[in-house]
């Protein structure tokens, strides 16, 4: 059973940064691909960015591209999004996900992934 656990959203102003943690183990990070999702209130969910399992492969939304930054940790059994120059408009719940097809990766196709976390709340506002 794959687990994911989020954390690091909150409050921060324009500008600010934040860096959010998908947590897990190594054999998930060896086996799915690892992807970050946010869904703001009336909105559908939107991908966000996303890495591959072997090849570390990154792809990114272009309404980030350039601010976020995904990296992963395997003996911490981690994935991160760093955030950078937050804007009002990233305010959302974000969520991390698991796809078994592990080399590739998709930010437009959220139900190709199995599984995913309770998500963080990151709230951006002065």
């Known amino acids: 059973q794959v687990q994911l656990v989020e954390s690091g959203g909150g409050l921060v102003q324009p500008g600010g940064s934040l860096r959010l943690s998908c947590n897990t183990n190594w054999f998930t990070l060896e086996h799915y691909a690892i992807g970050w999702f946010r869904q703001a209130p009336g909105k559908e969910r939107e991908g966000v960015s996303c890495?591959?399992?072997?090849?570390?492969?990154?792809y990114y939304a272009d309404s980030v591209q350039g601010r976020f930054s995904i990296s992963r940790d395997s003996s911490a059994g981690a994935v991160y999004l760093q955030m950078n120059s937050l804007e009002a408009e990233d305010s959302a719940v974000y969520y991390c996900?698991?796809?078994?097809?592990?080399?590739?990766?998709?930010?437009?196709?959220?139900?190709?992934?199995?599984?995913w976390g309770q998500g963080t709340q990151v709230t951006v506002s002065s």
């Open positions: 996900a698991a796809e078994r097809a592990g080399s590739v990766c998709s930010l437009s196709r959220p139900s190709e992934y199995n599984y």
């Open positions: 890495i591959t399992n072997r090849d570390r492969l990154t």
